[in-house]
């Protein structure tokens, strides 16, 4: 796959030649030429980027798999963003000369703002070489060739014809364009047009901040501030004694801290009862704990998928009062079945050497 999408970079550097050489060629060839070129921009503006969204992009948070790569409550903003500088670049590309300076001001700010954001995606998705190479290489160089063309066009229109405008903003923003460091004042100016997009954003759901919560409202990407919400999640099965567990403490009563696949975890007396039933079922009757636990994995894998809603503390509170019956059943169970049921109960989620110590002095 990587070798793929190396050889089609490979052609998207060659073709931009081919184009500067084409000047002198047949009309029949220009119309080669530019048809490939147009269909390399769709490929690496739009169908790449479209692709990576459908597929990285997932619908929610999700601390095992891959997880959103922007928050799903704020991603409006920064996909409002895409398309406005999608469009900019193809109206920069194709238009057939110079139109007003507002417009040329408005054409270069979304270049340089889908610029930024192309740079910002880098470093909170640390892409693969693959990806770096297909994605955001292209993107970076076409909006560059895009700014450096509208760059020459006003250069080329104030050399030919001069510029009159016709009323203090069109003045404004021509001095901008014809301006030594017009770059950084485009530059400047991406600050106001991002308030304005936000601001008009808000109507539809978004909040002010939500270009910079669509990065820090997510899971384990460069960015991302909502990491420790994963500390207690153990993937692969998320079950309702876990989950109950995060209750509140007056509700729940923690006891103390276990360890789980090598992370920290809380502890209940429920949690602790009701693996000690596991551990008891599997030692006693293997058989019968292969049908539980493919059992008991679909209750997990429904907690999984909206654990959003699991974590929450007064539906950890109801989900704990809901196991009470459970655990007072496995608690009979251990009484009934086992010789030491509370010293399997207190060894339960110890680290593995010293779980394993402890069987071999007490033999459970």
Not at 7 to 21: D, G
């Amino acid at each position: 796959m990587e070798t793929i999408i190396i050889i089609l970079f490979s052609i998207f550097l060659v073709i931009p030649f081919f184009i500067i050489y084409d000047n002198e060629k047949e009309r029949a060839t220009r119309y080669i030429l530019n048809y490939i070129r147009f269909l390399v921009e769709v490929v690496f503006i739009i169908i790449f980027p479209l692709i990576y969204l459908i597929v990285a992009d997932g619908a929610t948070n999700d601390c095992c798999n891959d997880s959103a790569t922007f928050s799903p409550d704020h991603k409006l903003s920064i996909y409002v963003l895409i398309g406005l500088s999608v469009v900019a670049y193809f109206i920069s590309v194709y238009r057939s000369g110079f139109i007003s300076p507002i417009i040329d001001i408005l054409l270069n700010v979304w270049l340089i703002i889908g610029s930024i954001l192309c740079v910002v995606l880098i470093f909170h998705t640390a892409p693969t070489i693959a990806i770096f190479i297909a994605l955001y290489i292209p993107i970076l160089i076409l909006f560059g060739m895009a700014l450096n063309k509208n760059f020459s066009i006003v250069s080329e229109y104030a050399e030919e014809t001069g510029f009159t405008p016709k009323n203090k903003a069109e003045k404004l923003a021509w001095e901008i364009l014809t301006f030594e460091s017009r770059l950084t004042f485009l530059i400047v100016l991406c600050v106001p047009m991002l308030f304005l997009i936000a601001a008009i954003l808000i109507l539809f759901g978004q909040k002010p901040d939500s270009m910079i919560s669509a990065f820090t409202d997510t899971y384990k990407h460069g960015f991302s501030q909502l990491d420790y919400m994963c500390e207690n999640v153990e993937c692969g099965g998320h079950f309702l004694c876990s989950v109950a567990a995060n209750g509140h403490k007056d509700v729940v009563k923690p006891e103390r801290y276990g360890q789980r696949l090598g992370k920290p975890i809380i502890c209940n007396r429920q949690l602790l009862v009701a693996n000690a039933f596991e551990d008891l079922v599997w030692q006693k009757a293997p058989r019968l704990h292969k049908v539980i636990r493919h059992n008991y994995n679909k209750v997990g894998d429904v907690v999984h998928k909206y654990y959003g809603i699991f974590n929450n503390k007064y539906v950890a509170d109801a989900i704990y009062l809901l196991m009470k019956p459970l655990q007072w059943l496995f608690i009979l169970t251990l009484y009934t079945f086992d010789k030491n049921p509370e010293n399997r109960i207190a060894v339960q989620y110890l680290k593995p050497e010293d779980r394993k110590a402890i069987d071999e002095h007490t033999g459970i």
